[in-house]
């Protein structure tokens, strides 16, 4: 089966043509085009719906086109369009769904909508088979959330962030500190030259025995750090910060998701997400796995971010599942219909 998979849920314009015989854990990556508009946004500090949506329109054709034509595949060829619906911003997101539904309708295909964080957990998926039932973990510009996946189509919700995501708080308080947006790999390189005991940062794990999270009390605590440093006519080592601050998000997620293997017992964390390129997340991650024994999955950095393969990934279990789309599919900024609420 050919699937030409489309993302365009945030600022990445990302096209895939990947090939996946049915029924088999096996993935042949043709193509995997992404369109980053973050040197777009990176005047404003942060991501504007409006020009994302216009910088889709711009891309999308050309990308798709270049997808096909680097994967060798001609558009007859392809099987199943498979696009992002759900969830992001809704002008983004439905320049990927308009586009997906046209070539579909163009040339007879299969359509199936993705869900973004599905999405992201299904990099994963790509180096083979995973033992299930297993805990997902994602975090990105837009998202934090623990996950009790029984299936590769079976997903429910346990724990997320009540206010910040954990990339929206890097990209914030790394934007105090005076960073260009999107903070989180300058903040990670930062990190590794600072002391992670410099400073003393709220957790950012609920203690209510819930697995969720809340990264604005962090937030805040340093942005008054750094208003009073400086009012003081001060400065504070930004390494120092950068280390202190990924080693306090590090021990929560662990605390969390230690929390999450007690009560599941299940042998198997997959972790995905922008937020997962981080080295010191990795890390922690990993060494937390090892010392329990759990398996875990972590995408390679190229596939860590939106991209078009995961969206291909999800959409072959969606599928062979029984999914499919029609052309009512639509775009939904928020998915919390299908998403059991914590
Ligand atoms: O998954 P993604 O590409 O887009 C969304 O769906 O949001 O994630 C982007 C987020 C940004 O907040 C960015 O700062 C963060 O991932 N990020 C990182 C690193 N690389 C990207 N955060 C921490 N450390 C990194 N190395
Ligand atoms: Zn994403």
Not at 96 to 112: C, E, P
Not at 117 to 136: D, E, R
Not at 290 to 314: K, Q, T, W, Y
Request: glycine share 8%; charged share 20%.
């Amino acid at each position: 089966m050919l699937y030409l998979a489309i993302e365009s849920s945030c600022d990445e314009t990302a096209v895939a043509v990947v090939r996946s015989p049915e029924g088999r854990d096996e993935f042949e990556v043709l193509s995997n085009e992404i369109n980053s508009q973050v040197d777009i946004h990176a005047e404003y500090g942060g991501v504007v719906p409006e020009i994302a949506s216009r910088a889709h329109v711009e891309a999308i054709a050309p990308l798709t086109y270049k997808a096909l034509s680097d994967a060798n595949v001609k558009p007859e060829q392809i099987d199943v369009v498979a696009v992002t619906t759900e969830p992001g911003l809704i002008g983004a997101l439905l320049v990927g769904v308009n586009f997906a539904k046209g070539f579909a309708y163009s040339y007879g295909k299969r359509l199936i909508g993705v869900n973004h964080i599905k999405g992201h957990v299904a990099a994963n998926y790509i180096n083979g088979k995973i033992n299930k039932p297993f805990i997902a973990f994602v975090a990105s510009g837009g998202h934090t959330s623990i996950i009790n996946a029984a299936s590769y189509t079976d997903f429910e919700t346990v724990g997320r962030t009540l206010d910040d995501a954990i990339g929206e708080a890097f990209d914030k308080i790394g934007r105090r500190m005076g960073l260009n947006y999107p903070c989180g790999a300058e903040m990670d390189r930062l990190a590794a030259k600072g002391d992670p005991s410099a400073f003393r940062f709220p957790a950012v794990h609920m203690k209510d025995g819930s697995f969720n999270f809340s990264l604005s009390g962090l937030k805040t605590h340093i942005v008054n750090m750094l208003n009073t440093a400086e009012m003081k006519g001060g400065t504070l080592c930004r390494e120092d910060i950068c280390a202190s601050l990924t080693k306090v998000i590090c021990d929560s997620v662990v605390h969390q998701l230690d929390q999450c293997f007690k009560k599941y017992k299940y042998k198997t964390l997959l972790a995905a997400g922008g937020v997962l390129a981080n080295s010191h997340l990795r890390k922690a991650l990993s060494d937390f796995c090892a010392a329990r024994e759990i398996d875990f999955h972590v995408p390679p950095l190229s596939l860590c971010g939106d991209n078009g393969v995961m969206i291909a990934a999800a959409a072959k279990y969606e599928l062979e599942a029984g999914a499919g789309s029609d052309m009512s599919l639509d775009g939904k900024p928020s998915s919390k219909d299908d998403w059991k609420r914590v």
